[in-house]
Nanobody
């Protein structure tokens, strides 16, 4: 199982970026996929979770209404569309996969539940 995150970069406040997470060694129906981020000096934070098996999608409170997760089964790739970016969105973004139930209390937004991690891609929001 491998995950390759890409698409990070420098963007101005209010701008947009789309991150990609290319998966190999499994199909998107096999595992739940989570997006997480970690800013310097802070704990890893759940951004979004998605299950292609049952259609569940969840977002962390700090990104609701601005970020959208989606996937392409043919490409075995998950995307995170990030709009209206803020300086506080600056972080290394990771995608992860695991046999995670997307339901209460955490809706798949706890990083400890995931078994497989990509290498991370840096997003910097600054003018």
């Amino acid at each position: 199982v491998q995950l390759q995150a890409s698409g990070g970069g420098l963007v101005q406040p209010g701008g947009s970026l789309r991150l990609s997470c290319a998966a190999s060694g499994f199909t998107l129906d096999d595992y739940s996929i989570g997006w997480f981020r970690q800013a310097p000096g802070k704990e890893r934070e759940g951004v979004s979770s998605i299950s292609f098996g049952d259609g569940g999608i969840y977002y962390g409170d700090s990104v609701k209404g601005r970020f959208t997760v989606s996937g392409d089964n043919a490409k075995n790739t998950v995307y995170l569309q990030m709009n209206s970016l803020k300086p506080e969105d600056t972080a290394v973004y990771y995608c992860a996969a695991g046999s995670v139930f997307l339901g209460p209390p955490d809706y798949g937004l706890w990083p400890n539940e995931y078994d497989y991690w990509g290498q991370g891609t840096l997003v910097t929001v600054s003018s």
